[in-house]
């Protein structure tokens, strides 16, 4: 007992009398730092110089060819009272909704009802196969997926408004890209379609490590669909929540590419978000110190939702072993 006591002690690294991690090998140390040297030179050189540059850049007046002009905190001030970026930044507001608050919330339905209904009463294969279609919008490149719907919402000739009329509801027929009362909720739905896969897999795959025992057990209790999905499934899987709601809403907030294909900022600027903000004061304004600034202040926005989603995703994890320890 004593033998296989201290085999396995040492098998996990520990000191076989303490129990003690036993300390790791100084050369092993060097190797993993040799191992993780190229990607740290790649984010040097690639994220955190040019980051660095952008905000220098941002204090400065320039267009791009000349010497800048030191202006220090002025493209700021700016900001502060410029009404277009503080527009562009609520319809980013209404971008988090359309592809974190809305996927997170179909996507947990999506994956509770494909593995806990669709996954047992007509088998795994058809789960699997409905969540690859899901799953395909994140697939296709957002080109590809914009000029697509660009066709289906095009106001003469497109998809939407010719179905509308087949019909019966020609009166519902809109410009769908062109009205500036609506065009931010199509681009909306847009993204709503575009997003949703990334949650429901990654919910399914989350749902894979829950113990049955759990659902069956409330199976024999009485409890329905609806209450094993909020007292087990939500319970269980909160890390992958707060995963996909930091992924998201990070991609939200610097979502660029199907405004650009969709909308380019129109009309009116009624779609432009500030990373589409920050693209055309670069190149179409010529202003690059407040470009950079537009773009900095995103930047670090960013980076504090990524720290409480990480602290968040921590916290759960760490309730959920205590609960099981």
């Given at each position: 007992?004593?033998?296989?006591?201290?085999?396995?002690?040492?098998?996990?690294?520990?000191?076989?009398?303490t129990?003690?991690?036993?300390?790791?090998?100084?050369?092993?140390?060097?190797?993993?730092?040799?191992?993780?040297?190229?990607?740290?030179?790649?984010?040097?050189?690639?994220?955190?110089?040019?980051?660095?540059?952008?905000?220098?850049v941002?204090?400065?007046?320039?267009?791009?060819?000349g010497?800048?002009?030191?202006?220090?905190?002025?493209?700021?001030?700016?900001?502060?009272?410029?009404?277009?970026?503080?527009?562009?930044?609520?319809?980013?507001?209404?971008?988090?909704?359309?592809?974190?608050?809305?996927?997170?919330?179909?996507?947990?339905?999506?994956?509770?009802?494909?593995?806990?209904?669709?996954?047992?009463?007509?088998?795994?294969?058809?789960?699997?196969?409905?969540?690859?279609?899901?799953?395909?919008?994140q697939v296709?490149?957002?080109?590809?997926?914009?000029?697509?719907?660009?066709?289906?919402?095009?106001?003469?000739?497109?998809?939407?408004?010719?179905?509308?009329?087949?019909?019966?509801?020609?009166?519902?027929?809109?410009?769908?890209?062109?009205?500036?009362d609506?065009?931010?909720?199509?681009?909306?739905?847009?993204?709503?379609?575009v997003?949703?896969?990334?949650?429901?897999?990654?919910?399914?795959?989350?749902?894979?490590?829950?113990?049955p025992?759990?659902?069956?057990?409330?199976?024999?209790?009485?409890?329905?669909?609806?209450?094993?999905?909020?007292?087990?499934?939500?319970?269980?899987?909160?890390?992958?929540?707060?995963?996909?709601?930091?992924?998201?809403?990070?991609?939200?907030l610097k979502?660029?590419?199907a405004?650009?294909?969709?909308?380019?900022?129109?009309?009116?600027?009624?779609?432009?978000?500030?990373s589409?903000?920050?693209?055309?004061?670069f190149?179409?304004?010529?202003?690059?110190?407040?470009?950079?600034?537009?773009?900095?202040?995103?930047?670090?926005?960013?980076?504090?939702?990524?720290?409480?989603?990480?602290?968040?995703q921590?916290?759960?994890?760490?309730?959920?072993?205590g609960?099981?320890?």
């Amino acid at each position: 007992m004593t033998v296989t006591t201290e085999k396995g002690a040492r098998a996990e690294g520990k000191h076989p009398s303490t129990g003690a991690r036993a300390p790791r090998n100084p050369r092993l140390r060097s190797s993993y730092a040799l191992f993780l040297l190229p990607g740290a030179l790649a984010a040097l050189a690639v994220i955190i110089v040019p980051f660095l540059m952008n905000t220098a850049v941002s204090f400065t007046s320039w267009q791009g060819v000349g010497d800048p002009k030191w202006t220090g905190l002025a493209n700021y001030r700016d900001l502060l009272d410029d009404s277009e970026f503080w527009a562009s930044f609520r319809h980013s507001l209404f971008m988090v909704v359309a592809m974190a608050a809305v996927p997170t919330l179909v996507g947990l339905v999506l994956a509770a009802a494909l593995f806990d209904y669709i996954g047992k009463h007509f088998g795994t294969r058809v789960a699997t196969i409905l969540r690859a279609c899901f799953y395909l919008p994140q697939v296709l490149p957002i080109a590809v997926a914009g000029i697509v719907w660009s066709w289906i919402l095009a106001p003469d000739n497109g998809s939407l408004n010719a179905l509308l009329k087949a019909i019966g509801l020609g009166s519902w027929q809109q410009d769908w890209l062109g009205d500036p009362d609506i065009a931010l909720y199509s681009v909306m739905g847009v993204m709503v379609w575009v997003q949703l896969g990334f949650p429901l897999v990654v919910f399914m795959a989350g749902l894979q490590r829950v113990d049955p025992q759990l659902y069956e057990a409330a199976e024999l209790d009485g409890a329905g669909w609806w209450r094993r999905f909020w007292h087990i499934t939500l319970q269980q899987i909160r890390p992958e929540i707060y995963v996909v709601l930091t992924w998201c809403t990070i991609a939200a907030l610097k979502v660029f590419g199907a405004v650009y294909v969709l909308t380019k900022g129109g009309p009116g600027g009624a779609t432009d978000v500030p990373s589409y903000f920050s693209f055309t004061t670069f190149f179409e304004k010529t202003q690059v110190g407040y470009g950079a600034a537009i773009s900095t202040v995103l930047t670090v926005i960013i980076l504090a939702l990524s720290l409480i989603g990480l602290k968040l995703q921590t916290r759960a994890e760490d309730a959920e072993e205590g609960a099981r320890a």
